[in-house]
């Protein structure tokens, strides 16, 4: 008994996957990619933020909200843990202070050193993660990462299309 390859019987083989515009408009590649855009340092703040401003595609705004909340944490963190760094090695430069209160001085500084070389290793992760989800369509918000964008856009009302309304 042969079987004929031609036969409407047969299963097809071909993959069943949608086709690349199709899967496209529903996620752009800017909502998958900007986890990682936003993790190169000094961009982290600026192309999630102006994505997020300007895109008129739903999936690329809610990526760039999330992964704006994720980088103003990190650049905060970074600035203040800098800022104590700084702040206190001018401190004991200029102001001979005794050794006791120079290392209690020095222990929450060197706590938020710590922290930030933890968290920057999380930010090496937690963009790959969200990038993941962002390819099977999903938004992943950030573990026990604060909505601050909306915070700020709900105080300052930037962002909003319809300014006339809310100047009223």
Do not use: C
């Not at 990619?33 to 999630?48: E, K, N, R």
């Not at 004991?92 to 060197?110: K, N, Y």
């Amino acid at each position: 008994m042969s079987t004929n390859p031609s036969s409407t019987d047969s299963p097809s083989t071909e993959p069943s996957t949608q086709p690349g515009p199709e899967l496209l408009a529903e996620r752009s590649l800017l909502g998958i990619s900007v986890h990682l855009i936003g993790a190169i340092p000094l961009w982290g703040i600026l192309i999630p933020g102006l994505l997020y401003r300007y895109s008129s595609h739903e999936f690329t705004r809610a990526n760039a909200r999330i992964a704006l909340n994720w980088q103003t944490i990190v650049t905060a963190a970074w600035v203040v843990a800098l800022a104590g760094l700084f702040g206190l090695a001018g401190l004991t430069d200029r102001i001979a202070l005794p050794g006791a209160l120079e290392t209690v001085l020095s222990l929450p500084v060197l706590a938020a050193v710590i922290a930030v070389f933890v968290l920057s290793w999380v930010n090496v992760v937690f963009p790959l993660i969200g990038m993941g989800k962002a390819v099977f369509g999903d938004v992943w918000a950030y573990p026990m990462v604060p909505d601050v964008v909306r915070f700020v856009t709900t105080r300052t009302r930037v962002g909003s299309d319809d300014r006339r309304t809310n100047a009223e």
